[in-house]
Antibody, heavy 120, light 107 residues
Framework: EVQLVESGGGLVQPGGSLRLSCAASGFNLRNYWMHWVRQVPGKGLVWVSRVNSDGSYTRYEDSVKGRFTISRDNAKNTLFLQMNSLRPEDTAVYYC?????????????WGKGTTVTVSS | DIQMTQSPSSLSASVGDRVTITCRASQNIRRYLNWYQQRAGKAPRLLIFAASSLQSGVPSRFSGSGSGTDFTLTISSLQPEDFATYYCQQSTNTPWTFGQGTKVDIK
């Protein structure tokens, strides 16, 4: 079964750091571009970051640039999101998602999400 | 950044109704438009990609159309499991952006 499982969320103080992980199973992560998307409870979806299959190309949403870093370990079939200088407005459920194959650019597999709460 | 605007923001419908949700992009996104369904407390699920291609495993009552700036998601006969929030999303360039969502609930 194709699956993504996020972990690493939790409660952190403003200015703190967290590292989210996303473990892939049922497919070879090295063949896919990957994304992080977040959602404040009760609000809409917000794209956060994208990484290509070997980790050499990354893109970020403006509000997280310089604070968040997306990376991957293809040997361990795992995607990461290092989050530094966290702010209360980063509080959200964070989903990792797989970009589908081909040139149509969509997110075809999603994890169940991990919750990040930034509060003192 | 490309802005995506969905309408309506919410709607009430009955089982068996035909439901149409529209999505407008702030600039030409060709056919790089995807639709997702999110049930309460669950992760999003891809329904339609590239404006009109049905994702594998998605019931055929879901369909998408449009190109350029105006797009539509149609549910031909609403089923109980379709009560959810629907999001459009453009992928023509980063940042990928989502519409604000359309919540479909029971009339």
């Amino acid at each position: 079964e194709v699956q993504l499982v996020e972990s690493g969320g939790g409660l952190v103080q403003p200015g703190g750091s967290l590292r989210l992980s996303c473990a892939a199973s049922g497919f070879n992560l090295r063949n896919y571009w990957m994304h992080w998307v977040r959602q404040v409870p009760g609000k809409g979806l917000v794209w956060v970051s994208r990484v290509n299959s070997d980790g050499s190309y990354t893109r970020y949403e403006d509000s997280v640039k310089g604070r968040f870093t997306i990376s991957r370990d293809n040997a361990k079939n795992t995607l990461f999101l290092q989050m530094n200088s966290l702010r209360p407005e980063d509080t959200a459920v964070y989903y990792c998602a797989r970009e589908g194959e081909g040139n149509d650019y969509y997110l075809d597999v999603w994890g169940k999400g991990t919750t990040v709460t930034v509060s003192s | 950044d490309i802005q995506m605007t969905q309408s309506p923001s919410s709607l009430s419908a009955s089982v068996g109704d035909r439901v149409t949700i529209t999505c407008r992009a702030s600039q030409n996104i060709r056919r790089y438009l995807n639709w997702y369904q999110q049930r309460a407390g669950k992760a999003p699920r891809l329904l339609i990609f590239a404006a009109s291609s049905l994702q594998s495993g998605v019931p055929s009552r879901f369909s998408g159309s449009g190109s350029g700036t105006d797009f539509t998601l149609t549910i031909s006969s609403l089923q109980p499991e379709d009560f959810a929030t629907y999001y459009c999303q453009q992928s023509t360039n980063t940042p990928w952006t989502f519409g604000q969502g359309t919540k479909v609930d029971i009339k």
